[in-house]
């Protein structure tokens, strides 16, 4: 079949987006990963697919596949590409939306100024919803955060296990140039303590509402950009006493902005969303 696609990307966090209201889409994950393969596919981070809600005063259905092939919970600089993708198609005439996720509702918005923010709802802070095995570890109060450590590459590691709808560690290191995120993210992604596998952040602290970021994520391998990555970084800033929201986020691929005012209020994501190119691809 000839699959029409549009690629995007958020912040240099790439994806192919695929309307599938208007077209059939029922692929294996061999297939997602054809897609997603740089030389032989389109190339993406991810791919993001449109629907059809399946609930009432719902206006879209959200769904995100990593380059792995595997489907996940969430993507935060997936959602605002999303967003644009949907209003310059016509899809809709709104200019914020309710959209489904496999890990529930997002709140996505159309700013004046041409850059979207996403209603990230609350962070989950339990390890065991993370979900995060923390049975027999002893954590560290920080703040009013806890720290676990994690045994990787010959050596412990303290991290803020976090949830945006999809399992974020997150440490802290001197220089993000100079972190050993290809050695140790996968080490991390795949850590027995995490049941789901995750997402791992390595945060470099400016100043208080400036950080240095880079995220090994899960399936996908370092990105340019890790929307709820930021979020989950930002989060377990200010539960340490470290961060002041707002907090401008700088990725390898561009700046974010993340707004949270702590408990359970949600978190506020902001940031561009680029169309790159569309086309057709037979599958």
Not at 1 to 7: A, R
Not at 36 to 56: C, H, N, T, W, Y
Not at 151 to 165: E, H, L, P
């Amino acid at each position: 079949m000839k699959l029409k696609f549009t690629k995007m990307h958020g912040a240099g966090n790439d994806f192919v987006v695929i309307d599938a209201i208007n077209q059939h889409v029922d692929f294996t994950p061999a297939q997602w990963q054809f897609l997603a393969d740089r030389r032989f596919g389109v190339g993406a981070d991810q791919m993001l697919v449109i629907e059809k809600p399946q609930s009432s005063g719902i206006d879209f259905r959200y769904r995100i596949y990593n380059a792995d092939g595997g489907e996940v919970e969430q993507c935060g600089n997936g959602a605002r590409a999303f967003v644009k993708f949907v209003t310059d198609k016509g899809l809709t005439d709104k200019r914020a939306i309710k959209v489904e996720t496999l890990s529930g509702i997002i709140e996505p918005a159309l700013e004046d100024d041409g850059g979207i923010t996403v209603d990230m709802g609350a962070p989950i802070l339990e390890p065991a919803r993370v979900p995060f095995d923390a049975a027999g570890l002893q954590g560290k109060a920080e703040g009013g955060d806890i720290l676990w450590p994690l045994d990787i590459n010959q050596k412990t590691v303290w991290i803020s296990a976090v949830s945006m709808g999809n399992p974020h560690a997150v440490q802290l290191v001197d220089d993000t140039e100079a972190a050993p995120v290809n050695a140790d993210g996968p080490a991390i992604e795949h850590h027995p303590r995490f049941p789901k596998r995750v997402n791992a952040g390595f945060m470099q602290i400016v100043d208080r509402r400036h950080v240095r970021l880079r995220v090994f994520e899960r399936g996908a391998g370092e990105t340019l950009a890790c929307g709820t990555g930021a979020c989950a970084a930002v989060v377990a800033g200010i539960r340490r006493g470290l961060l002041d929201s707002p907090v401008k986020v700088e990725t390898r691929g561009g700046e974010l902005s993340i707004a949270w005012s702590g408990q359970q209020s949600p978190v506020m994501l902001t940031g561009p969303a680029v169309s790159v190119f569309e086309g057709e691809i037979e599958i």
